[in-house]
């Protein structure tokens, strides 16, 4: 495994958002339109979970990490501003959820 330097690791900013709606995208099989809360701001992020996940819907409250200040990228005509952390357990991403609900927008250190 690469090693960075802490000064790379600083340059990411990642923030616990609050899913407030999970929807799919037509012709994509891969890819839901998230919409997150991070108190200050709302940002529209397409994760590439859809196949993984059988209700959307059931994604609405959850808390998740997000790399908030990663380039933003135009998939299928939409914008997508920043990519959520998910654990690869055999190929199937895990969301990452907080212990317990902490303020959206609070930084991940």
């Excluded at 990642?14 to 200050?40: C, E, H, M, Q, T």
């Excluded at 059931?58 to 200040?69: H, R, T, Y």
Aim: overall charge negative; cysteine-free; glycine content about 8%.
């Amino acid at each position: 495994m690469d090693t960075i330097q802490f000064e790379d690791f600083k340059k990411l900013d990642i923030r616990i958002g609050k899913i407030i709606s999970a929807d799919p995208i037509d012709g994509a099989d891969k890819l839901l339109k998230l919409v997150i809360n991070f108190g200050n701001e709302e940002k529209q992020v397409l994760a590439g979970i859809a196949q993984f996940v059988n209700n959307p819907q059931d994604l609405i409250g959850k808390q998740i990490p997000v790399l908030v200040n990663l380039e933003p990228r135009r998939m299928r005509g939409l914008d997508s501003n920043g990519m959520i952390l998910t654990a690869d357990a055999d190929g199937k991403p895990v969301l990452l959820v907080p212990e317990e609900d902490v303020p959206p927008g609070s930084v991940v250190k």
